[in-house]
């Protein structure tokens, strides 16, 4: 309407904070690690690539992070498409609380999730007898602890949207509960649920604390192989191979998981009611209940181990929270530690909303011309990159990047919270972009005719509507950047170190006081970011729909 | 932006009131090489101050797309618009003074009712108790006198075209241009509004556009109607269809 001219400059400047971080520590990093790992030597040498991947260690690896992330997939879909359907199809006393619970495994962070389990399977744990410790199931149990809740949450919203005259219309036909449920409501569920696997499928393949916990360095992911290489075999060219074969198995999800989304039919506001529960649906409440109550037994794990002393029950692990553990295992308490989490976390925070925000802006233009579409297309990519390629990755390359002048950013304090927000920001943009989309257009053009120039319309409707999505991707983003621990454990330092780091080195230094610290670390951390997300899930603020 | 073609920029001329249009032409790009859609054509169009003319036309006849670009929405490729003599191209939509109704309100839903009735008188930073008064006598207008502290998503279809009217009125337009605004409603709520419609412009001898796909919108609004088939070609006037 104004010049062209005008609206791709706005463009380029929304774009150009976001890039420009993006570019210096994110791309800029990953094209020196795919330089290591194809040209260790300064030229292309395709042989020390080959020979990494021929190794049989690598290649069990890759086969034990493609079969756990299967398995985990596959069980958490069973587990949390029932969820799906009896807390979002059905009304009744108690939904909120359970839909709560299903949830918050989900923002739990990931060392604690895998501590707890240790804590559970561990032979004279409560479930020690089962001799699951240190076993794919232990980890399986821990993914699928976590990934419930993306089941539960996509498919059930996708449902809580489905107009139900459809499956009326086949009951009436004579068709049973069950039949209808396959023959008619699954199908129409597909792309959520398709969508739902491919996301958990790309959470599990590149899991890491919980593994680095639950594996005991006998079973492993490419993530935890990435570790190892770097800190004990010290082999920076095989370490950068493996991230690139993980990026292109990530690619290759993201891009599925994108077909997928991009196929899911348009949802209709409001138009949906959902019906009360009936005494059919008692056995699915049930289930539910029992669901939720298993879901909180690792954390109720924790919580017991980090009250039992040597003499007895007492508080005596939480007061030495404010040491630095047996034979000072740590350089700062482990209560330091939690102010430089929060100091950091928030930082994050601010750091991803913002440059979330200007990404999601741009993201949610309708351009007339074909080029800004594509455009588009691709910024949408790009930003889901971080998640997809790691927290592992982002740190690794930050690390063997950054360390010249001028860039020596490393002793810089403002690295982790850089890198804790590029592992947030595509969730701060997936819960923006939603509602922005949906935000129509004709109310901005109404009230530009009334009157209101493009940025006082722009103001007026969509700044306005995005309030309260932003806030809810604030909070989960502070969540997230909380419990941060694959980029963060490599690139902070001792003396500057985060709750999940420290909680990870207790668990690694022998000392039982050092043990029960860890739980009651992991409890502190847990209330934490659980009490983040549970405020803003009471809070009517809306949903952070993430995924 | 306007073709230099056939642009005839006309100077201010006192004899030219109201608003007219010329070879106007709207074009929709699509992608990768593949032709251009047109979506309106060569339109030549008066309103004369104070007249109500329909355009009437099946969907895909570009009527709408006329009517947004009138409003300054679009941009036309070619073709000029004039309002009073004053060539409109420069002028943003936001400083034409030709309020868009359309046919589902499009309030606000997070101001309430005089909010959303005193939203241009807020925008013009008028003190608020001249806003105040404004917006009680437009509600009595619209007929829906003491509904300032009503949330919009309480208020029925016809109510918030009441609405919607007594905003595009607030802001003292020189023209209205409606977009089948009746077409959401039942119909004894058609005739109904369609009436008060038609009383409130006459009674302020202001000027409308409405688009509509139905004839009989076309009549109970307008004194004229113009017909565009599909291709975005205006016909001839159909000066006999009475009002």
Not at chain 1, 490 to 501: I, K, M, Q, S
Not at chain 2, 84 to 91: E, K
Request: aromatic residues 6%.
């Amino acid at each position: 309407m104004r010049s062209r001219v005008g609206v791709v400059g706005a463009y380029a400047l929304a774009l150009a904070a976001p890039a420009t971080v993006l570019g210096v520590f994110f791309l800029w990093p990953l094209v020196t690690m795919i330089g290591l790992g194809l040209a260790p030597e300064g030229r292309l040498d395709l042989g020390a690539f080959g020979e990494v991947l021929a190794r049989p260690r690598t290649q069990r690896v890759l086969l034990q992070t493609l079969a756990l992330a299967a398995a985990a997939t596959v069980s958490s879909a069973l587990v949390g498409i029932p969820l799906a359907h009896i807390l979002y199809r059905r009304r009744f006393r108690g939904r909120g609380v359970l839909r709560l619970l299903v949830v918050l495994p989900f923002v739990m962070p990931s060392v604690v999730v895998g501590f707890a389990f240790t804590t559970l399977l561990r032979s004279g744990g409560p479930l020690g007898f089962l001799g699951l410790d240190g076993t794919p199931v232990a980890i399986v149990l821990a993914m699928v602890f976590f990934n419930v809740a993306v089941f539960a949450r996509t498919v059930g919203g996708a449902s809580e949207a489905l107009d139900s005259r459809m499956e009326d219309a086949a009951r009436v036909l004579g068709a049973t509960p069950w039949t209808t449920y396959r023959t008619v409501t699954l199908p129409r569920l597909l792309p959520a649920i398709a969508g739902a696997a491919s996301i958990v499928f790309l959470f599990c393949a590149t899991a890491f604390g919980i593994v680095l916990v639950l594996g005991g360095g006998r079973i492993g992911t490419i993530e935890t192989e990435i570790y190892f290489q770097t800190v004990q075999f010290l082999d920076l060219p095989a370490a950068s191979v493996l991230s690139l074969v993980q990026i292109v198995v990530v690619m290759v999800l993201l891009v599925l998981a994108g077909r997928t989304r991009r196929s899911r039919p348009d949802r209709h506001a409001g138009a949906a009611i959902v019906p009360r529960a009936t005494r059919r649906d008692h056995g699915l409440i049930a289930y539910a209940v029992l669901v939720a109550g298993l879901l909180l037994v690792p954390i109720t794990a924790l919580v017991i181990r980090s009250l039992s002393t040597t003499s007895g029950w007492g508080f005596d692990h939480y007061l030495a929270l404010a040491t630095t553990g047996e034979r000072n295992s740590l350089r700062i308490t482990v209560v330091e530690a939690l102010v430089n989490s929060l100091q950091i976390a928030v930082t994050a925070m601010v750091i991803s909303v913002i440059l979330g925000m200007l990404v999601a802006l741009v993201l949610t233009r309708r351009p007339r011309s074909g080029w800004g579409r594509r455009v588009i297309g691709l910024v949408d990519h790009a930003v889901m990159l971080p998640l997809g390629v790691s927290a592992v990755t982002v740190g690794l390359g930050i690390l063997i990047t950054l360390d010249e002048a001028p860039f020596d950013l490393r002793a810089s304090w403002i690295i982790v919270p850089v890198a804790q927000a590029l592992v947030a920001l595509p969730l701060v943009v997936r819960s923006i972009v939603p509602v922005l989309s949906s935000i129509e257009p004709r109310l901005r053009e109404g009230l530009a005719t009334l009157g209101a120039p493009p940025w006082r319309a722009f103001l007026d409707v969509d700044m306005r509507m995005a309030l309260r999505p932003i806030l809810a991707a604030s909070a989960l983003a502070l969540a997230a950047c909380l419990g941060e621990f694959g980029a963060t454990v490599f690139l902070a330092r001792p003396e500057y170190a985060t709750l999940p780091v420290v909680i990870y080195r207790l668990l690694g230094t022998p000392g039982t006081g050092n043990l029960g610290m860890a739980a009651a670390a992991s409890v502190l951390l847990a209330l934490l970011t659980v009490g983040i997300m549970a405020l803003l899930e009471r809070s009517r603020v809306g949903r952070a729909a993430a995924f | 932006m306007v073709n230099g073609d056939t642009a005839t920029h006309e100077a201010s001329d006192p004899r030219a009131r109201g608003l007219s249009v010329r070879g106007l032409k709207v074009v929709y790009p699509t992608d990768r090489g593949a032709p251009s859609v047109v979506a309106i054509d060569a339109i030549d169009l008066d309103v004369a101050p104070g007249e109500r003319v329909a355009l009437l036309g099946p969907s895909g006849s570009g009527k709408s797309t006329l009517l947004r670009t009138i409003a300054g929405l679009e941009t036309p490729e070619a073709g000029t618009i004039t309002w009073d003599g004053v060539d409109q191209h420069d002028v943003p939509a936001h400083r034409r003074g030709f309020p868009l109704m359309f046919q589902d309100g499009q309030l606000l839903p997070h101001r309430d009712v005089a909010g959303n009735v005193g939203y241009a008188l807020h925008i013009a930073r008028k003190p608020r108790a001249e806003i105040a008064e404004r917006v009680a006598e437009l509600l009595e207008l619209v007929g829906l006198a003491g509904f300032e502290h009503r949330r919009i998503h309480t208020l029925s279809g016809g109510q918030q075209q009441r609405i919607a009217l007594a905003r595009a009125l607030a802001t003292e337009p020189r023209l209205l241009l409606l977009d089948e605004p009746l077409s959401a409603l039942d119909a004894p709520l058609r005739t109904r509004l369609g009436a008060d419609v038609r009383r409130i412009l006459d009674e302020r001898g202001l000027g409308a556009i409405v688009v509509t796909h139905d004839a009989d919108e076309a009549e109970l609004l307008a004194n004229r109607s113009i017909f565009l088939p599909i291709g975005g070609h205006a016909g001839p006037p159909i000066q006999d269809l009475r009002h």
